[in-house]
């Protein structure tokens, strides 16, 4: 008789699911309802094939060989489900649970190429060899994908790919198909580099000459910007991180990030004096927007960005009681150190012009006559337009006690250049 048991001794196969013998045995037997020996040789198992009729024609070695293959898959599976896992559930390691498909968005021309790929990951979350997939696109008349993943750009628009393996499935990742041709091949830009010097100063005094604030900046940052577009219908949209950047040639720099703002309110009671200036910080991110973000309209040929910056900075405040009970801290400056964003720079829409060989923008030339906002105006689309941070510019921005339009001082150098 032939001994099953030789080639699956219960300490080999504990230590595929990296357990001691004795709890792979009580993991096993909760599984299958029988001891690993059990389920070998014991009646019932995969032995007693020798019992049926239609095999028990069989020449000894063609049933030997029969037995192994049922017996090998037979133990596979119950030391699956010993483990944990089976058909792949929650938890199994080295059972394939998720696909992550890569890069989650992709854009091409008309004709062009992206290649994808997954990560596969078991039950436990680590990443495993991926399996072989399936590729599908949602929409082939926008775009095709092969066996291998190779996508390829058929008409304008966007489709969801998505990758299969068995029962499980990834996430849809996206790909981005835009004119080829559209503003002189501008779609096949997948990164700018960008730097930004502006001068930014505002003050006012009320007509009683009791109020007076006033604000002054001056930041000169840069940044690289990857593609991340189209927003939407046929525009891109490249973005990035603020860093501090050269100065533009000639100008006066004080540093890199200033700003300095002052509200001297002797109207209010109590009375109130705060100074805001700069700690020579490195411009981060508004949170809520990012740092820097060129839009490009390949229906119009037109482009705009926005610039959002910010400083590290120092605020000072005192307060004066006047017919009010004094409080604790009255006439003593309270300090504060923060992250100040310094507002929202936006240029408005504007033709591209030679991008290849100029880039946009230009450092010989200053934008002047921002437009300028009631108090309750948001910022314009279409339009050029500055708004200081807010802290203690706003009252400078808009007069509190006659709140009507106020034009923008600033002056602007900017220099976008493609990275073809």
Not at 93 to 102: D, M, Q, R, S
Not at 302 to 319: H, K, M
Request: charged share 10%; with cysteine; hydrophobic share 40%.
């Amino acid at each position: 008789m032939i001994n099953w048991t030789k080639s699956y001794r219960c300490g080999a196969l504990a230590r595929v699911c990296s357990m001691s013998p004795a709890h792979f045995a009580r993991m096993f037997k909760e599984s299958t309802g029988a001891s690993p020996h059990s389920y070998v040789i014991g009646p019932g198992s995969v032995r007693r094939v020798r019992g049926e009729p239609q095999l028990g024609r069989m020449g000894g070695e063609s049933m030997k060989t029969l037995g192994r293959a049922v017996l090998s898959a037979a133990v596979l599976i119950a030391v699956l489900n010993s483990c944990g896992g089976g058909g792949g559930g929650s938890g199994a390691a080295g059972v394939l649970a998720t696909l992550e498909v890569t890069p989650a968005s992709a854009t091409i021309v008309v004709s062009d190429v992206a290649q994808y790929s997954v990560v596969a990951r078991d039950g436990t979350g680590l990443v495993m060899a991926a399996p072989p997939v399936v590729w599908v696109s949602d929409t082939p008349a926008v775009g095709t994908i092969t066996s291998a993943g190779l996508a390829t750009g058929v008409s304008l628009g966007q489709t969801p790919i998505t990758a299969t393996a068995g029962s499980v499935a990834s996430p849809p990742a996206v790909l981005n198909v835009v004119e080829t041709t559209a503003c002189d091949g501008i779609a096949a830009v997948q990164a700018w580099t960008v730097n930004l010097e502006y001068l930014y100063g505002d003050d006012i005094t009320t007509n009683a000459g009791a109020f007076q604030a006033d604000t002054n900046q001056h930041v000169t940052v840069a940044a690289t910007l990857a593609v991340t577009g189209p927003v939407f219908g046929n525009e891109l949209n490249w973005t990035g991180p603020l860093v501090l950047g050269p100065a533009h040639p000639g100008s006066v720099l004080r540093s890199q990030v200033a700003i300095s703002e002052n509200l001297n309110d002797q109207v209010s009671d109590p009375t109130t004096v705060a100074e805001l200036s700069d700690n020579r910080g490195s411009p981060v991110p508004t949170p809520g927007v990012d740092g820097f973000r060129l839009e490009v309209d390949l229906s119009a040929c037109t482009f705009r960005f926005f610039a959002a910056p910010s400083a590290n900075t120092t605020l000072t405040i005192t307060e004066h009681a006047v017919n009010t009970v004094p409080g604790p801290n009255d006439g003593i400056p309270q300090v504060s150190t923060q992250d100040t964003p310094l507002g929202l720079l936006q240029k408005g829409v504007t033709p591209l012009g030679s991008w290849r060989a100029n880039g946009l923008g230009d450092f010989s030339q200053i934008i002047t006559g921002f437009a300028s906002y009631s108090v309750a105006a948001t910022v314009p689309v279409g339009v050029d337009a500055y708004i200081p941070s807010g802290v203690y510019a706003q009252p400078a921005f808009f007069d509190p006690f006659n709140p009507v339009p106020r034009l923008n001082t600033a002056d602007m150098y900017y220099k976008i250049l493609p990275q073809l």
